[in-house]
């Protein structure tokens, strides 16, 4: 049973005070831009040195990630027609992952043979992404950025653009997800992931994960910003893009993996730029 279908707000940033004043990376790496809700932005800065701790705040997104990277894996080796059982499969693609945190997905797809560019608003999150990448060896282009500063540099396009459990936290979700497919390149390939705006998704998304099992901190999301995909299809109609899905992701609590399945809590949208 879906909830009501009225369609979601328009998100207004909270007022926060300056969430990289003290930041470590130089005034030239400040994000900005319209997308960014520094009240969200903030809260994740405040937990950033614990992005990799596998029994920290981000213990269920490294549960989750085995399922994501299955999901970019296939996606891309069948867009492109690659084998993914070579050592590097993805050598020569270039990947851009919007939001990238601590870097959970951006190193994986670095081994896999990517060219990868990482970047966050926030500055901390940044600095721990980068300390972990040198620590293991990874060559990773990790900017403190948001998604309208790399277009407006004229950055990419990339073979690849990811955009995973981002969108549900910026102030203005359709302008930033078209934003995002201005990155990718002709005949490329954009996955965005989120949470649905659904009875399911109120009931486990937000209040089973923050308050029962307490896998996140409770008010890291809000239920009226997620996202149906008739919406995000919605936001990329006028771009030159098939969009496809939603292909779910569901948790068994008995096995405690998640595998793809319904796409009532969890989805993803595939979206392909025309070539």
């Known amino acids: 049973m879906s909830a009501s279908n009225d369609s979601s707000p328009q998100r207004i940033p909270q007022t926060v005070t300056s969430f990289s004043e003290n930041s470590p990376e130089t005034a030239s790496e400040r994000a900005e831009g319209p997308s960014i809700d520094p009240a969200d932005v903030a809260r994740f800065s405040a937990q950033a040195a614990q992005w990799w ?12 990630n085995p399922a994501r990277l299955r999901f970019v894996r296939d996606r891309v080796k069948e867009h492109y027609g690659l084998n993914p059982n070579t050592r590097a499969p993805f050598a020569g693609l270039s990947l ?26 926030s500055s901390e999150n940044i600095g721990t992404a980068r300390a972990h990448a040198e620590q293991v060896g990874l060559d990773i282009r990790y900017k403190a950025s948001t998604v309208e ?3 407006e540099a004229g950055e ?11 969108i549900e936290h910026v102030a203005d979700p359709e302008g930033f997800v078209r934003t995002c497919s201005k990155l990718v ?27 029962v099992l307490r896998w996140v901190p409770a008010g890291t999301h809000n239920w009226k910003q997620f996202l149906k995909p008739d919406e995000i299809r919605d936001m990329l109609k006028d771009e030159p893009l098939t969009v496809t899905g ?6 068994n609590p ?22």
């Open 96 to 121: 851009i992952d919007i939001g990238c945190g601590g870097g959970l997905l951006a190193e994986p797809m670095r081994r896999m043979g990517f060219e990868v560019t990482a970047l966050d608003a």
């Open 156 to 166: 990419g396009p990339f073979d690849v653009v990811l955009t995973m459990e981002v």
């Open 185 to 211: 390149k002709p005949g490329g390939i954009m996955i965005v992931a989120t949470l649905n705006r659904t009875l399911k998704g109120l009931l486990l998304g937000k209040f089973a994960a923050e308050y």
């Open 254 to 275: 008995l096995k405690d993996k998640w595998s793809e399945g319904d796409a009532d809590i969890n989805y993803m949208m595939v979206a392909v730029k025309k070539a």
């Open 53 to 64: 701790d596998p029994k920290g705040p981000f213990a269920p997104l490294h549960r989750f």
């Open 246 to 251: 939603p292909f779910g992701l569901s948790y």
């Open 149 to 151: 500063q790399m277009v």
